[in-house]
């Protein structure tokens, strides 16, 4: 039998990783069902994975002073409020049209870019951006509404999700040069500051219930999140490094079949017609931007 080439490994690594997140929502709904907010999951899991993360670099004395690189407390932010985003929308609504919202990032990335990097857009960015910003009118505007506006908090969280998501791409191409150590640190550790203080805001204006007190029962899927995502993370590393950046936005792409089949089979979403039309827009100009090898896009 012949031996897997690197190829290969590199893109079932991306595939892993885009599982990872397309059923991540299963998990999160289960805790919630048992009195843990997504935000407070959020919290402890990336937490977790922080904590496990620095102590290895410590005693392996990789850990580096963050002073050179500013840039890794934006990283921070950012990637932490796209976690915030995403694992709290897709907790509390339609996986489905939460997936495909926060896909809108390739459009926003024509925007970020043009800001954080100096990229101005070329005339296929601009379709692109067009094209899903189209593809979200139809998904938001319903016949009861004027206009199109988001029905609901996953809506709006799925949007910043996406938007925050563009803004963390951007700055990790920004930070190429910082330690990927430290980049790591700052993701996950993103994840579970800014969990902490949108749940303590959450708390102070009422959105966020205090819920039940700790159980044993939370710490089987809290350690199933961590490790998916710990692991989920250093695949992607991998098969990032080791594939062109098309082949790698391309292949992540499958998150949203792996959230749409596994949503739909088990009843946490509902394939509406003005979902799928719209959705196929914003997927078709996530697709165009894998595609498109212009110089400043």
């Known amino acids: 039998m012949g031996r897997t080439s690197p190829k290969s490994l590199a893109v079932a690594g991306l595939l892993f990783n885009a ?6 929502w299963w998990p999160f709904k289960q805790l919630e069902a048992q009195g843990l907010h997504p935000l407070w999951a ?8 922080f904590v496990s993360i620095a102590l290895w670099l410590w005693r392996s004395g990789q850990l580096r002073s963050w002073r050179g690189h500013p840039g890794l407390w934006l990283l921070l932010l950012a ?5 915030v985003g995403f694992n709290w929308a897709v907790t509390v609504g339609d996986v489905v049209r939460v997936v495909l919202l926060f896909y809108l990032m390739p459009a926003w ?12 857009p070329t005339p296929m960015a ?9 593809g979200l009118v139809i998904v938001l505007k319903t016949p009861e509404t004027p206009w199109p506006w988001p029905e609901s908090l996953a809506d709006v969280l799925a949007l910043m999700g996406g938007l925050t ?7 990790l191409l920004k930070l190429k040069n910082a330690p990927s150590s430290s980049r790591t640190l700052a993701m996950f550790g993103g994840g579970a500051v800014m969990a902490s203080l949108a749940a ?3 708390l102070a204006s009422g959105m966020v219930a205090i819920g039940e007190a700790p159980a044993w029962t939370w710490l089987p899927l809290v350690a199933l999140l961590g490790i998916s995502f ?3 993370n250093l695949a992607l590393q991998y098969g990032a490094a080791r594939l062109a950046a098309q082949t790698t936005a391309l292949v992540m792409l499958s998150e949203v079949l792996f959230a749409s089949v596994s949503s739909v089979l088990m009843g946490a979403a509902q394939w509406e017609s003005r979902t799928l039309w719209g959705g196929s827009l914003i997927l078709l100009a996530a697709l165009l931007s894998v595609t498109d090898t212009s110089r400043n896009d």
């Not at 959020?42 to 994975?49: C, L, N, P, R, S």
């Open 19 to 24: 599982l990872v997140w397309g059923v991540c």
């Open 42 to 49: 959020t919290a402890v899991v990336y937490g977790f994975v």
């Open 79 to 83: 990637s932490g409020l796209t976690n």
């Open 109 to 120: 990335s024509v925007l970020v870019a043009w800001w954080l990097l100096d990229e101005k």
């Open 126 to 134: 601009l379709i692109r951006l067009l094209l899903a910003l189209a």
């Open 165 to 171: 998501f563009a803004i963390t791409n951007a700055l």
């Open 200 to 202: 303590i805001v959450g």
């Open 230 to 232: 710990l692991f989920g």
